[in-house]
């Protein structure tokens, strides 16, 4: 009797770890292909994406720093590390 109820509760563990597999696989597939889709239409999201297209930023770039658009930050970040961030010693003006 024990063991028919250990296997019984294995096999229901099982099917519970399989149908959360699936509803999770799903749920990634509605957001991506359903949500998302429809989220691009939104105004706020769809401005953005005007602005990236106009500029030719590659917003699939793996970092900004290969995107030409980065170009003015990075280098002030560069002097602001190299020449510090321009403020004179006991300035607190700055946030």
Do not use: C, K
């Amino acid at each position: 009797m024990a063991i028919d109820a250990n296997r019984q509760r294995r096999e229901h563990t099982r099917r519970a770890a399989w149908l959360r597999l699936i509803g999770g696989v799903g749920l990634v597939w509605v957001f991506a292909f359903m949500l998302a889709a429809w989220g691009q239409r939104l105004v706020p999201v769809a401005e953005l994406h005007d602005f990236v297209e106009e500029r030719g930023i590659d917003a699939s770039a793996l970092f900004y720093t290969e995107s030409e658009a980065f170009d003015p930050v990075a280098l002030t970040l560069h002097n602001s590390f190299q020449f510090g961030d321009g403020r004179a010693a006991g300035d607190s003006s700055a946030p």
